[in-house]
T-cell receptor
């Protein structure tokens, strides 16, 4: 079974540019999450999809971030325009809905560098 | 969301049992305790979760006292490949069968030969 995949693995962009990160969850997983770790900080929750619907987006930092999950399969996270403080590692995770289970499957992350 | 406190780092010799203790004084009645492992350049990986008493799987054991204000992850006979960062998390139910994970700083475990 393929795991969670993320693309690209590393992106370097200039301040003010736009970047789109992609996440392909494990097939059949309705839950999809985005997290990020900015330099020197803890991994922070960004948002959670259940199929194509946003269940919780309380962690999204501001309106420069837009997450979508069309068709309930893969998801994209767009940052527009990117700022220096957006640099960090963005993780995607997925899980199958199961009450009482905290097991989420994480992808390898996308390292974003904004210069 | 309950905050967790755990050691910043630990060193252990290969073959020893490692116990990492985590404090979560403000854990809520419905919260579970879970542990994740992370290797460099990889995403976190689920190890174990529990609510109370003891839970054991093929990788680790988790000990939770009756007051649930702390928990201890036990790794038997560690090897060099167990060198990683270990996160203690207290998850909060966010609906639709899923849980929002709140990561702390983690404990960096270094296994030395």
């Amino acid at each position: 079974e393929a795991g969670v995949t993320q693309f690209p693995s590393h992106s370097v962009i200039e301040k003010g540019q736009t970047v789109t990160l992609r996440c392909d969850p494990i097939s059949g997983h309705d839950n999809l999450y985005w997290y990020r770790r900015v330099m020197g900080k803890e991994i922070k929750f960004l948002l959670h999809f259940v199929k194509e619907s946003k269940q919780d987006e309380s962690g999204m930092p501001n309106n420069r971030f837009l997450a979508e999950r069309t068709g309930g399969t893969y998801s994209t996270l767009k940052v527009q325009p990117a700022e220096l403080e957006d640099s960090g590692v963005y993780f995607c995770a997925s899980s199958h809905p199961k009450y009482g289970s905290y097991e989420q499957y994480f992808g390898p992350g996308t390292r974003l560098t904004v210069t | 969301l309950a905050k967790t406190t755990q050691p910043i780092s630990m060193d252990s010799y290969e073959g020893q049992e490692v116990n990492i203790t985590c404090s979560h004084n403000n854990i809520a009645t419905n919260d579970y305790i879970t542990w994740y492992q992370q290797f460099p350049s990889q995403g976190p990986r689920f190890i174990i979760q529990g609510y109370k008493t003891k839970v054991t799987n093929e990788v680790a054991s988790l000990f939770i006292p009756a007051d649930r204000k702390s928990s201890t992850l036990s790794l038997p006979r560690v090897s060099l490949s167990d060198t990683a960062v270990y996160y203690c998390l207290v998850g909060t139910y966010s609906g639709a069968g899923s849980y929002q994970l709140t990561f702390g700083k983690g404990t960096k475990l270094s296994v030395i030969p």
